[in-house]
């Protein structure tokens, strides 16, 4: 796994994510699907991967179009984003940092842009992703007590990508909330071995088909 220091948000943090598969399109690519009313789920969903592959072929045959758009909810979670991190550093016990990217050894197309990373004698063995939503869905987690199925995906993403990894933690932070302003909830490469493995052989597939759909379509634009 390779660290790429580059600031998050900046035009070379767009370009490093350009054509690839990264954490939010990680669900999508191994067609991912979860069923609220038996709680479980399903891999390899072909029409969900479908529109995923249909997206990056257009992009390998395109130019780069940044898109900065940004609303008060998402500028919101932006600004809260490190009080986060620091707040759920000292719950877990753990040190923090910042990371603009990760990419796989194996796939130069599947990244990571992690909100924070932890590592042990410099190798990364976990990580922190963080939201700030509504007060609604703060409680809702809290409720629940489990990554939401949303974003278990983006947990999943780093240990899929590299052994090395045997912990992720999620967190939703309110600072609107006076009681209970953080939800942190961690997960173990232990126990999702099964859907580990199986997400490795479904995103093997789809990047080989990515690649053959546009060799199929007339090959990659070079600017």
Known sequence: MKIINIAQGSDIWHEERFRCITGTKM????????????????LGDKKIQRTLLLELVSEFQSILEIDDFSNEAMQRGHDLEPISVEKA?????????SC?????????MFKFSPDAICKENGVIVGGYETKSKA??????????????PEHLWQCLCPMIMDDCVEWW?????????KINDLFIKKIYRSEYTQFINEARVLLDDFILEVQQTVIKMGG???A
């Not at 550093?89 to 940092?97: C, D, I, R, S």
């Not at 603009?100 to 130069?108: P, T």
């Not at 933690?169 to 909330?177: A, C, I, P, V």
Request: charged residues 30%; hydrophobic residues 30%.
């Open 220 to 222: 990659i634009y070079h």
């Open 89 to 97: 550093a000292k719950a877990l016990g753990v040190t923090f940092e």
């Open 27 to 42: 669900q999508s690519a191994i067609g991912a699907k979860y069923s609220a009313k038996t709680k479980k789920w399903t």
């Open 169 to 177: 933690s999620f967190g939703h932070y309110d600072d609107r909330n």
């Open 135 to 148: 007060g609604k869905k703060h409680i809702e987690y809290f409720e629940d007590d489990r990554v939401p």
């Open 100 to 108: 603009g990217m990760l990419q796989s050894d194996k796939h130069e």
